[in-house]
Antibody, heavy 119, light 108 residues
Framework: QVQLVQSGGGVVQPGMSLRLSCAASGFSFNTYGMHWARQAPGKGLEWVAVIGHDGSYRKYAGSVEGRFTISRDNSKNTLYMQMDSLRVDDTAVYYC????????????WGQGALVTVSS | EVILTQSPVTLSLSPGERATLSCRASQSVGSDLAWYQQRVGQAPRLLIYGASNRATGIPAKFSGSGSGTDFTLTISSLEAEDFAVYYCQQGSNLPLLTFGGGTKVEIK
């Protein structure tokens, strides 16, 4: 069965960096695009970034462009999000998700990882 | 950016009742719309994509309809596990995916 297991959340100060990981299993990871989305405490969902199956295509939401970098290692079946210059308003639960239909939807989601940015 | 407006914000119903949730887009998204369910403390789960296609393993009590700017998610008969928050999401204005603000279906 499809599984996405996340790790790497935590508490950091503003301006610092953090890397999230998402380990995939149960499907051919190297044939699927992948997404990151986030949810601030008590709020709705926000799409963050997408990466193509081979890593050559990457797009970001305006709120994170230039600060966050999505990447993948198909040899390890793992998706990453490097988050630099973190701000207080980046505080959220971050979810990885498998792409469905060429970037249109997320059909399987990880369990989420809480990132708290606070001084 | 495509803005999705969901209504109502909260829907109070009893088990066994029918739930009708609405999602309106600020511009046409064709049929590129999905619905997700999020239970408390859990990740979202894809229910419907392409406006009316049920995702893998989703029971037939969930159905989606609509096109253009107006969409509906219907839950035919509510069970205890259906009380949750539901989000719509557009997949038309790529790569920028956007979500609606959510509808909470609560027990009356």
């Amino acid at each position: 069965q499809v599984q996405l297991v996340q790790s790497g959340g935590g508490v950091v100060q503003p301006g610092m960096s953090l890397r999230l990981s998402c380990a995939a299993s149960g499907f051919s990871f190297n044939t699927y695009g992948m997404h990151w989305a986030r949810q601030a405490p008590g709020k709705g969902l926000e799409w963050v970034a997408v990466i193509g199956h081979d890593g050559s295509y990457r797009k970001y939401a305006g709120s994170v462009e230039g600060r966050f970098t999505i990447s993948r290692d198909n040899s390890k079946n793992t998706l990453y999000m490097q988050m630099d210059s973190l701000r207080v308003d980046d505080t959220a639960v971050y979810y990885c998700g498998r792409d469905l239909d060429l970037g249109r939807y997320l059909d399987y989601w990880g369990q989420g990882a809480l990132v708290t940015v606070s001084s | 950016e495509v803005i999705l407006t969901q209504s109502p914000v909260t829907l109070s119903l009893s088990p066994g009742e029918r739930a009708t949730l609405s999602c309106r887009a600020s511009q046409s998204v064709g049929s590129d719309l999905a619905w997700y369910q999020q239970r408390v403390g859990q990740a979202p789960r894809l229910l419907i994509y392409g406006a009316s296609n049920r995702a893998t393993g989703i029971p037939a009590k969930f159905s989606g309809s609509g096109s253009g700017t107006d969409f509906t998610l219907t839950i035919s008969s509510l069970e205890a596990e259906d009380f949750a928050v539901y989000y719509c999401q557009q997949g038309s204005n790529l790569p920028l995916l956007t979500f609606g603000g959510g509808t909470k279906v609560e027990i009356k």
